[in-house]
């Protein structure tokens, strides 16, 4: 059975936690040591106190369900010790540079770094934009002001503009656009709508290419336990799990 190592033990964590199907969760790290016991006692996995001992645990591959921030800080030691790498906080690569040294450590290693479809369907199909080509790619975001920390009464068009300038007004947006960006192997222009009508992270995307065009609409439920994480983006990680065991596997 596969050997998951889980860095980060909040939201996601624990719903990775309650569904190892085909997979255990054998070493557990969190900066915030308590969530790591609290999450190893229910797994039967363990909780290191230190990066360097978790990182060389014996699992097959690293889990990030943490930040930014640790992906950027432990990414590239995951891969050194000879582990793939399962990013969801996917805006860490959203620094080019960061990418290049994350891509030239797995090679290094013959390791790979994988990334959930997380909140967005149709994140496969993009892909063939490196390929045909894709000519424009826009998302268009609609959330609750609450969730964008803004107190707006009525439908309010926040930012326009590259996805890279939206990440630096509204950082928490980052992993939506950064996927997108990564999958069509382009720069996204992103809309941000904030909209007291929506209970819902609503993303519009557009693709028009030589395959066609396509627009895709996602109404997300927040996920039970933190209403800033898509409840689709903690699934998609499960089916990523999973998928690395099948023999079969659906789609591009
Ligand atoms: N790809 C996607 O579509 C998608 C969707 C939702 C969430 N995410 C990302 O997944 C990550 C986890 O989401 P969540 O809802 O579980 O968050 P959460 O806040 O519930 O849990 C994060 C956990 O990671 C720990 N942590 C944070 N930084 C750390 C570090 N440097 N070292 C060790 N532990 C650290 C925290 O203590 C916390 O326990 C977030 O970065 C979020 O943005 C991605």
């Not at 059975?1 to 990775?16: A, D, E, F, P």
């Not at 390791?111 to 063939?128: H, Q, T, W």
């Not at 927040?222 to 800033?228: H, L, Q, Y």
Request: one cysteine or more; hydrophobic letters at 45%.
């Amino acid at each position: 059975m596969m050997r998951v190592g889980l860095l980060g033990c909040g939201n996601i964590g624990h719903l990775i936690a309650s569904h190892t199907d085909g997979f255990e969760i054998a070493a557990l790290y969190d900066q915030d040591i308590d969530r790591a016991r609290e999450l190893a006692t229910a797994t039967g996995g363990t909780a290191y106190d230190s990066f360097e001992a978790f990182v060389d645990a014996d699992v097959d591959l690293v889990v990030e369900a943490a930040s930014v921030r640790a992906v950027r800080a432990h990414g590239e030691a995951v891969l050194e010790a000879g582990k793939d790498f399962v990013v969801m906080s996917v805006g860490a690569l959203a620094e080019p540079s960061f990418l290049d040294r994350l891509r030239t450590a797995a090679v290094a290693a013959r390791r790979r770094v994988y990334i959930p479809s997380g909140a967005v369907m149709g994140l496969d199909n993009l892909k063939v934009g490196r390929i045909g080509g894709i000519d424009r790619v826009l998302l268009r975001t609609t959330k609750n002001p609450a969730s964008l920390g803004l107190s707006i009464t009525e439908r309010t068009l926040v930012f326009q503009g590259r996805a890279d300038e939206c990440v630096q007004a509204f950082p928490k947006n980052i992993n939506v656009s950064a996927a997108i960006a990564l999958a069509a192997g382009q720069t996204v222009q992103v809309e941000l709508w904030a909209d007291p009508a929506v209970d819902r992270n609503v993303h519009e995307i557009v693709a028009e290419g030589s395959f066609g065009d396509a627009y895709i609409r996602i109404r997300n439920v927040p996920s039970p336990d933190n209403p800033a994480t898509s409840y689709l983006a903690a699934l998609s990680i499960l089916v990523l799990l999973r998928d690395l065991a099948e023999p079969i596997k659906v789609g591009t």
